[in-house]
């Protein structure tokens, strides 16, 4: 039977309350609050401070966008500029990055769609601390009229802490595409029948892979599927190597998961050499056949699985069978050659 509390005694004055606002006040006193600290207090100068650390920490970014990104360059030349960075996303394409401090304005915007435009780039990010209206009022029109793949973005940089905590970074994502109507405009027919299919697995595959997370290695948080017939996703050590699900035609037709080696910094065919010295390691910790292909010749190597049949993304009725053998498979070899690359030793050059 429930009994009205005494309001005259001190009790709480709701009715009802069965200790609710005990537990409340309890939890309360545990909370804080957050407390904006200036972005110049963790980077005092966005070229030199800002720049460096977003090139070093993707990931950061990555996640934001829905996608995974890789170093490609800092101050990459197009004609008398430069763009502050450039990475690669998962579906390969080129993400130009503008930074800036305080609001948007109208000349880091030019510089964004003029470095897109000579980069050839897919994706371009804007990165300010505050966006103006007529400049989002922009990139929104310019995701409009753009291709299918090609993508806007701005980005809010931001800094806080809690208390007296050491204050943190935090991107957020102001502007972006609206993927929605992107989806209804390729399905109409933006993209060939092929590409279509592609993106319709990968759509499938992408939740699957996210699932294994609470029991597997942490994948970044990739959300937009390829019209390719691969994606990417980061290593222990990205600047040398990927781990790449992906239909193929060579050596055989089918498909295969990957350990992809392509670095802009060191040799690849040595950092496969050094491997393919620890490679009981590897292949031991893999519960199906691993192929070594060190691709001589070719600006990349591989540690592969293939599925054991022939499969094309055409073959709608395999694709919960694919997925079922990808996701695992990808998660075990990761689980095999990242404690392993760990211990490749740094390069002066790598950031």
């Known amino acids: ?171 957020r994502v102001d502007t972006q595409p609206d993927n929605w109507s992107r989806a209804v405009r390729s399905t109409a027919g933006g993209d060939s029948p092929t590409a279509q299919a592609y993106r319709r697995f990968w759509g499938c595959f992408l939740p699957r892979l996210h699932e294994a997370d609470q029991a597997r290695p942490k994948w970044s948080r990739v959300s937009t599927p390829s019209k390719g017939s691969w994606m990417s996703f980061g290593s222990a050590r990205s600047e040398l190597i990927r781990y790449n699900p992906a239909f193929c035609a060579t050596p055989r037709r089918g498909c295969r998961v990957e350990a992809y080696l392509d670095s802009t910094q060191v040799d690849p065919s040595d950092v496969f050499d050094w491997l393919h010295e620890r490679r009981h390691d590897i292949d031991r910790s893999v519960s199906q056949p691993v192929e070594w292909d060190r691709l001589d010749g070719r600006r990349a190597c591989r540690i592969a699985v293939y599925f054991p049949d022939e499969v094309r993304v055409g073959d709608e009725h395999r694709w919960a069978e694919l997925v079922e053998w990808m996701v695992p498979t990808i998660c075990e070899l990761k689980e095999a050659v990242d404690p392993v690359i760990e211990g490749y030793p740094q390069t002066a050059s790598q950031p």
């Open 1 to 171: 039977m429930r009994t009205m509390w005494n309001v005259a005694n001190g009790h709480c004055p709701r009715l009802y309350c069965h200790g609710d606002c005990l537990g409340t006040q309890r939890l309360m006193s545990t909370i804080d609050t957050l407390i904006p600290v200036s972005v110049r207090e963790l980077w005092p100068n966005e070229a030199s401070d800002f720049t460096p650390w977003l090139h070093a920490n993707p990931r950061i970014l990555g996640d934001v966008l829905g996608t995974e990104l890789f170093p490609e360059a800092r101050e990459a030349a197009v004609g008398r500029y430069s763009a502050d960075l450039l990475f690669r996303d998962s579906s390969d394409r080129i993400v130009v990055v503008e930074n800036m401090f305080g609001p948007t304005n109208h000349d880091h915007l030019g510089k964004l769609i003029t470095y897109s435009a000579g980069l050839d780039a897919g994706v371009a990010v804007l990165v300010a601390e505050e966006f103006r209206d007529e400049h989002r009022s922009a990139l929104d029109w310019l995701n409009h009229i753009s291709q299918n793949d090609f993508a806007f973005f701005g980005v809010i940089l931001e800094a806080w802490r809690i208390g007296d905590s050491n204050p943190a970074p935090r991107l």
